[in-house]
């Protein structure tokens, strides 16, 4: 997720539905885009944050040998301070960068 492309606002703010829906003509479609947009953005975080937390990783079973690693606090609170993946998406669609496109059935 590249968040320095497009800056997000860190809180949910009010959109008009008919600016949101122009593009798709319905609103459920354009929610279904935006909802599956913003899936793809989750997993790719969650994804990313375990590769950098796998490092960390310790197999271990006792209580005695966990300790506290600021390397890891830091990496978790980085994560923690990023847009959510639906604001990130809703953005994306309305700057146009969201590619979608509907399938239809073909009559025989």
């Given at each position: 997720m590249n968040k320095k492309s497009h800056p997000?606002?860190?809180?949910?703010?009010?959109?008009?539905?008919?600016?949101?829906?122009?593009d798709t003509?319905?609103?459920?479609?354009?929610v279904m885009i935006i909802a599956q947009r913003a899936n793809q953005i989750s997993t790719?975080?969650?994804?990313?944050?375990?590769?950098?937390?796998?490092?960390f990783a310790t197999y271990t079973d006792t209580l005695e040998e966990t300790f506290e690693n600021r390397e890891q606090i830091e990496i978790s609170r980085y994560y923690e301070r990023q847009p959510k993946p639906s604001l990130v998406a809703i953005k994306e669609f309305e700057d146009g960068e969201t590619f979608f496109r509907k399938t239809t059935e073909q009559e025989e």
């Open positions: 997000v606002a860190d809180t949910t703010i009010t959109r008009d539905i008919t600016n949101l829906s122009k003509g319905n609103i459920y479609e354009t790719d975080v969650k994804k990313e944050l375990n590769a950098r937390l796998e490092e």
